[in-house]
Protein backbone atom coordinates (compact mmCIF):
# COMPACT_ATOMS: atom_id res chain seq x y z
CA UNK A 1 0.00 0.00 0.00
CA UNK A 2 1.49 3.28 -0.85
CA UNK A 3 1.62 6.07 1.82
CA UNK A 4 0.03 9.08 0.94
CA UNK A 5 1.98 12.80 1.16
CA UNK A 6 1.08 14.70 3.64
CA UNK A 7 0.99 18.39 1.47
CA UNK A 8 -1.52 17.69 -1.66
CA UNK A 9 -2.31 20.68 -3.97
CA UNK A 10 -2.95 21.88 -7.89
CA UNK A 11 -0.60 22.04 -9.96
CA UNK A 12 0.85 25.65 -11.65
CA UNK A 13 -1.22 26.67 -14.91
CA UNK A 14 0.66 25.94 -18.10
CA UNK A 15 2.50 28.25 -19.69
CA UNK A 16 0.46 31.04 -21.72
CA UNK A 17 0.32 30.14 -25.87
CA UNK A 18 1.88 33.57 -28.03
CA UNK A 19 4.28 33.51 -29.89
CA UNK A 20 5.67 31.16 -31.81
CA UNK A 21 9.30 29.70 -32.61
CA UNK A 22 10.85 26.76 -34.81
CA UNK A 23 11.73 23.67 -32.63
CA UNK A 24 12.11 21.12 -35.10
CA UNK A 25 14.50 18.54 -35.07
CA UNK A 26 15.11 15.92 -36.58
CA UNK A 27 15.28 12.12 -35.40
CA UNK A 28 18.76 11.37 -33.47
CA UNK A 29 20.26 14.55 -35.48
CA UNK A 30 23.87 15.16 -36.51
CA UNK A 31 25.93 16.98 -33.46
CA UNK A 32 26.91 20.51 -34.58
CA UNK A 33 30.33 20.44 -31.93
CA UNK A 34 32.07 22.89 -33.88
CA UNK A 35 28.89 25.12 -32.85
CA UNK A 36 30.50 27.19 -30.05
CA UNK A 37 26.85 26.78 -27.91
CA UNK A 38 27.96 23.49 -27.23
CA UNK A 39 31.02 24.29 -25.49
CA UNK A 40 28.26 25.26 -22.85
CA UNK A 41 27.09 21.67 -22.82
CA UNK A 42 27.25 19.50 -19.94
CA UNK A 43 28.95 16.85 -20.77
CA UNK A 44 26.50 14.27 -19.89
CA UNK A 45 23.78 16.21 -21.78
CA UNK A 46 26.25 16.44 -25.18
CA UNK A 47 25.51 12.56 -26.77
CA UNK A 48 21.39 13.39 -25.80
CA UNK A 49 20.79 16.88 -27.27
CA UNK A 50 20.12 18.46 -30.70
CA UNK A 51 21.27 21.12 -32.44
CA UNK A 52 18.04 22.26 -31.95
CA UNK A 53 17.78 22.41 -28.26
CA UNK A 54 21.22 23.54 -28.20
CA UNK A 55 20.16 26.73 -30.91
CA UNK A 56 16.58 27.23 -28.49
CA UNK A 57 19.07 27.49 -25.22
CA UNK A 58 20.92 30.09 -26.96
CA UNK A 59 18.22 32.07 -28.22
CA UNK A 60 16.79 32.23 -24.66
CA UNK A 61 20.20 32.88 -22.68
CA UNK A 62 20.26 29.44 -20.70
CA UNK A 63 21.34 25.96 -20.27
CA UNK A 64 20.13 23.45 -22.82
CA UNK A 65 20.59 21.06 -19.26
CA UNK A 66 20.85 20.84 -15.59
CA UNK A 67 21.16 18.36 -12.82
CA UNK A 68 19.23 19.32 -9.28
CA UNK A 69 21.56 18.78 -6.34
CA UNK A 70 19.22 17.29 -3.99
CA UNK A 71 21.17 16.64 -0.58
CA UNK A 72 21.28 12.85 0.85
CA UNK A 73 20.43 11.01 -2.38
CA UNK A 74 24.31 9.74 -2.27
CA UNK A 75 25.47 7.71 -4.84
CA UNK A 76 22.46 7.65 -6.68
CA UNK A 77 22.06 9.76 -9.83
CA UNK A 78 20.67 13.64 -9.39
CA UNK A 79 17.39 14.19 -11.37
CA UNK A 80 18.46 15.40 -15.22
CA UNK A 81 16.36 17.62 -17.35
CA UNK A 82 17.22 18.63 -20.93
CA UNK A 83 15.46 22.02 -22.69
CA UNK A 84 12.53 21.16 -25.07
CA UNK A 85 11.93 24.28 -27.58
CA UNK A 86 9.09 25.92 -27.88
CA UNK A 87 7.28 26.21 -30.81
CA UNK A 88 4.12 25.25 -32.96
CA UNK A 89 2.86 21.94 -33.15
CA UNK A 90 -0.05 18.96 -33.84
CA UNK A 91 -0.92 17.08 -31.27
CA UNK A 92 -3.31 13.89 -31.32
CA UNK A 93 -3.55 11.00 -33.87
CA UNK A 94 -4.11 10.90 -37.48
CA UNK A 95 -7.39 9.64 -38.71
CA UNK A 96 -5.49 6.54 -40.10
CA UNK A 97 -3.80 5.62 -37.32
CA UNK A 98 -4.21 2.37 -35.81
CA UNK A 99 -6.37 2.10 -32.28
CA UNK A 100 -6.98 5.76 -32.57
CA UNK A 101 -9.80 6.52 -29.87
CA UNK A 102 -12.38 9.73 -30.60
CA UNK A 103 -10.41 11.96 -27.45
CA UNK A 104 -7.14 12.10 -29.57
CA UNK A 105 -8.41 14.88 -31.62
CA UNK A 106 -5.85 16.96 -33.75
CA UNK A 107 -5.16 20.36 -32.96
CA UNK A 108 -2.38 22.75 -33.23
CA UNK A 109 -0.46 24.05 -30.02
CA UNK A 110 1.79 26.73 -29.02
CA UNK A 111 4.35 26.53 -26.44
CA UNK A 112 5.33 30.09 -26.44
CA UNK A 113 8.90 29.53 -24.19
CA UNK A 114 10.89 26.44 -23.78
CA UNK A 115 11.23 24.41 -20.93
CA UNK A 116 13.03 21.58 -19.36
CA UNK A 117 11.88 18.14 -18.97
CA UNK A 118 14.16 15.63 -16.74
CA UNK A 119 15.45 12.87 -19.00
CA UNK A 120 14.48 9.98 -16.79
CA UNK A 121 11.26 9.22 -14.74
CA UNK A 122 11.56 9.67 -11.50
CA UNK A 123 13.44 7.07 -9.76
CA UNK A 124 12.50 5.06 -6.39
CA UNK A 125 15.49 6.61 -4.78
CA UNK A 126 14.73 10.00 -5.84
CA UNK A 127 10.94 9.62 -4.04
CA UNK A 128 12.41 8.54 -1.10
CA UNK A 129 14.37 11.52 -0.63
CA UNK A 130 10.77 13.39 0.10
CA UNK A 131 9.22 10.03 1.77
CA UNK A 132 11.41 7.10 2.43
CA UNK A 133 8.46 5.32 3.17
CA UNK A 134 6.95 4.84 -0.08
CA UNK A 135 6.23 1.58 -1.09
CA UNK A 136 5.64 1.08 -4.99
CA UNK A 137 4.19 -2.16 -4.23
CA UNK A 138 4.46 -5.39 -6.62
CA UNK A 139 2.97 -7.34 -9.18
CA UNK A 140 1.91 -11.41 -7.81
CA UNK A 141 4.50 -11.42 -5.32
CA UNK A 142 7.03 -9.67 -7.70
CA UNK A 143 8.58 -6.12 -6.56
CA UNK A 144 7.77 -3.67 -9.49
CA UNK A 145 10.66 -1.21 -8.56
CA UNK A 146 14.44 -0.98 -7.73
CA UNK A 147 15.90 1.89 -6.35
CA UNK A 148 16.87 2.89 -10.16
CA UNK A 149 13.72 1.63 -11.40
CA UNK A 150 10.74 4.50 -11.62
CA UNK A 151 8.93 5.11 -8.77
CA UNK A 152 5.45 3.52 -9.00
CA UNK A 153 2.42 3.42 -7.10
CA UNK A 154 1.99 7.07 -6.46
CA UNK A 155 -1.39 9.63 -6.83
CA UNK A 156 -1.37 12.15 -8.53
CA UNK A 157 -1.57 13.96 -5.85
CA UNK A 158 1.88 12.65 -4.43
CA UNK A 159 3.43 13.38 -7.66
CA UNK A 160 2.39 17.12 -7.37
CA UNK A 161 3.60 16.92 -4.02
CA UNK A 162 6.81 15.53 -4.76
CA UNK A 163 7.26 18.75 -7.26
CA UNK A 164 6.62 21.08 -4.99
CA UNK A 165 9.15 18.96 -2.41
CA UNK A 166 11.80 19.22 -5.62
CA UNK A 167 11.22 22.86 -5.41
CA UNK A 168 12.62 23.40 -2.26
CA UNK A 169 15.21 21.02 -2.28
CA UNK A 170 16.56 20.74 -5.78
CA UNK A 171 19.71 23.18 -3.74
CA UNK A 172 18.94 25.53 -7.29
CA UNK A 173 16.46 27.35 -6.94
CA UNK A 174 14.21 26.16 -9.88
CA UNK A 175 10.43 25.15 -9.73
CA UNK A 176 8.99 21.82 -10.60
CA UNK A 177 5.57 20.63 -11.77
CA UNK A 178 4.19 17.72 -13.58
CA UNK A 179 3.76 18.39 -17.62
CA UNK A 180 0.69 19.22 -19.68
CA UNK A 181 -0.26 16.71 -21.82
CA UNK A 182 0.23 18.92 -24.79
CA UNK A 183 4.09 20.07 -23.41
CA UNK A 184 4.37 15.75 -22.43
CA UNK A 185 3.80 15.00 -26.21
CA UNK A 186 5.71 17.62 -27.54
CA UNK A 187 8.76 16.28 -25.25
CA UNK A 188 7.66 12.58 -26.09
CA UNK A 189 7.49 13.10 -29.76
CA UNK A 190 11.02 14.21 -29.83
CA UNK A 191 10.90 16.79 -32.65
CA UNK A 192 10.16 14.20 -35.40
CA UNK A 193 7.24 14.77 -37.95
CA UNK A 194 3.91 14.44 -36.97
CA UNK A 195 1.87 11.78 -37.61
CA UNK A 196 3.62 8.63 -35.92
CA UNK A 197 2.44 6.00 -33.92
CA UNK A 198 5.75 6.08 -31.50
CA UNK A 199 8.60 8.53 -31.71
CA UNK A 200 10.15 5.83 -33.21
CA UNK A 201 8.20 5.54 -36.07
CA UNK A 202 4.93 2.72 -36.75
CA UNK A 203 7.23 -0.49 -36.19
CA UNK A 204 6.09 -2.39 -33.26
CA UNK A 205 9.09 -4.88 -33.99
CA UNK A 206 11.87 -2.17 -33.26
CA UNK A 207 9.82 -1.30 -30.20
CA UNK A 208 12.10 -3.44 -27.55
CA UNK A 209 15.14 -1.22 -28.69
CA UNK A 210 13.16 1.72 -27.40
CA UNK A 211 10.66 1.14 -24.76
CA UNK A 212 9.71 -1.32 -21.66
CA UNK A 213 6.30 -2.24 -23.11
CA UNK A 214 4.28 -5.75 -23.15
CA UNK A 215 6.80 -7.91 -25.14
CA UNK A 216 7.67 -11.60 -25.71
CA UNK A 217 9.59 -11.96 -21.77
CA UNK A 218 6.24 -10.35 -20.42
CA UNK A 219 4.26 -13.05 -22.50
CA UNK A 220 6.37 -16.01 -21.41
CA UNK A 221 5.88 -15.09 -17.75
CA UNK A 222 2.55 -13.73 -18.32
CA UNK A 223 0.76 -15.80 -21.20
CA UNK A 224 -2.45 -13.98 -21.28
CA UNK A 225 -1.16 -10.64 -21.42
CA UNK A 226 -1.74 -8.43 -24.65
CA UNK A 227 2.04 -8.03 -25.96
CA UNK A 228 4.34 -6.38 -28.91
CA UNK A 229 6.27 -8.58 -31.10
CA UNK A 230 9.38 -7.84 -29.86
CA UNK A 231 11.74 -8.67 -27.09
CA UNK A 232 13.07 -5.82 -24.77
CA UNK A 233 13.47 -8.19 -21.95
CA UNK A 234 11.81 -6.84 -19.29
CA UNK A 235 9.11 -8.28 -17.48
CA UNK A 236 8.41 -5.76 -15.20
CA UNK A 237 9.40 -2.30 -14.77
CA UNK A 238 13.77 -1.38 -15.71
CA UNK A 239 16.29 0.70 -14.46
CA UNK A 240 15.61 3.84 -15.82
CA UNK A 241 17.48 4.54 -19.34
CA UNK A 242 17.71 1.15 -20.52
CA UNK A 243 17.04 2.28 -23.79
CA UNK A 244 17.48 4.19 -26.67
CA UNK A 245 16.82 8.12 -26.16
CA UNK A 246 14.28 9.93 -28.25
CA UNK A 247 15.44 13.02 -30.29
CA UNK A 248 15.39 14.90 -27.29
CA UNK A 249 17.07 12.92 -25.23
CA UNK A 250 14.48 11.77 -23.39
CA UNK A 251 14.64 8.17 -22.07
CA UNK A 252 11.54 5.92 -21.28
CA UNK A 253 8.82 8.04 -22.64
CA UNK A 254 6.98 5.14 -23.88
CA UNK A 255 6.85 2.32 -22.11
CA UNK A 256 8.33 1.16 -18.09
CA UNK A 257 5.92 3.77 -16.14
CA UNK A 258 2.85 5.57 -17.52
CA UNK A 259 3.62 9.33 -16.78
CA UNK A 260 0.68 11.66 -15.23
CA UNK A 261 0.07 14.43 -16.45
CA UNK A 262 -2.19 17.45 -16.23
CA UNK A 263 -5.04 16.74 -18.29
CA UNK A 264 -5.11 19.16 -21.74
CA UNK A 265 -8.71 19.04 -23.16
CA UNK A 266 -7.62 21.30 -26.33
CA UNK A 267 -8.67 25.06 -27.25
CA UNK A 268 -12.48 24.15 -27.28
CA UNK A 269 -12.57 21.33 -24.87
CA UNK A 270 -12.72 19.04 -27.84
CA UNK A 271 -10.87 16.03 -25.67
CA UNK A 272 -13.05 16.51 -23.01
CA UNK A 273 -13.45 12.92 -21.90
CA UNK A 274 -12.77 11.35 -17.96
CA UNK A 275 -13.49 12.19 -14.63
CA UNK A 276 -15.27 15.56 -15.08
CA UNK A 277 -16.12 16.22 -11.12
CA UNK A 278 -13.06 15.76 -9.66
CA UNK A 279 -9.50 17.68 -11.20
CA UNK A 280 -7.85 14.27 -12.41
CA UNK A 281 -4.66 13.40 -13.97
CA UNK A 282 -4.00 12.08 -17.67
CA UNK A 283 -1.82 8.90 -18.36
CA UNK A 284 0.30 9.31 -21.14
CA UNK A 285 3.23 6.83 -22.57
CA UNK A 286 2.42 3.37 -21.37
CA UNK A 287 4.43 0.95 -19.26
CA UNK A 288 5.92 -2.25 -18.98
CA UNK A 289 2.31 -4.11 -19.65
CA UNK A 290 0.98 -2.21 -22.17
CA UNK A 291 0.81 -3.46 -25.81
CA UNK A 292 0.91 -1.34 -29.03
CA UNK A 293 -2.40 0.34 -29.38
CA UNK A 294 -2.01 1.74 -26.11
CA UNK A 295 1.44 2.60 -25.82
CA UNK A 296 1.25 5.50 -28.94
CA UNK A 297 2.42 8.90 -28.61
CA UNK A 298 -0.95 10.25 -28.97
CA UNK A 299 -3.39 7.75 -26.35
CA UNK A 300 -4.55 9.15 -23.17
CA UNK A 301 -5.81 7.20 -19.95
CA UNK A 302 -7.42 9.41 -17.29
CA UNK A 303 -6.90 8.61 -13.97
CA UNK A 304 -8.74 8.55 -10.72
CA UNK A 305 -7.28 11.38 -8.47
CA UNK A 306 -7.33 8.34 -5.50
CA UNK A 307 -5.48 5.65 -7.74
CA UNK A 308 -2.29 4.22 -6.72
CA UNK A 309 -1.04 1.55 -9.60
CA UNK A 310 2.48 -0.35 -9.86
CA UNK A 311 2.41 0.90 -13.27
CA UNK A 312 2.36 4.71 -12.84
CA UNK A 313 4.69 7.12 -12.24
CA UNK A 314 5.84 10.24 -13.60
CA UNK A 315 8.62 12.47 -15.03
CA UNK A 316 8.65 16.44 -13.97
CA UNK A 317 9.06 19.48 -15.91
CA UNK A 318 10.32 22.49 -15.05
CA UNK A 319 9.60 26.22 -16.66
CA UNK A 320 12.27 28.67 -17.51
CA UNK A 321 12.71 31.27 -14.09
CA1 LIG B 1 8.90 -5.52 -21.31
Known sequence: ???????????????????????????????????????????????????????????????????????GLGAEPQIRFVLVPAGRFRVGSSQAEEGREPDEAVYEATLARPYYVSIHEVTLAQYHAMDPRHDPGAYRGQPVAGARHPVVGVTPAC???????????????????????????????GGTEWPR???????????????????????????????????????????????????YGLYDVLGNAWELCERSDGPTGQRRRGPGRRPGAFLR?????????????????????????????????????
Request: proline share 9%.
Open 1 to 71: MASLCAACGEAKPPPEPGATLDGSARLRPGREREDPGWAAVAPWARPLVSSAQVEEAGRWGVPVAFETRIA
Open 159 to 189: ARAFARWLSEHDGLGHTYRLPTEEEWERAAR
Open 197 to 247: RFWWGDSEAEAGRYANLADRSARKAYPLWWTFETTDGHVLTAPVGSYEPNG
Open 285 to 321: GGAFDTPPTLARLSYRSPYDPSYTRINVGFRLLSPLD
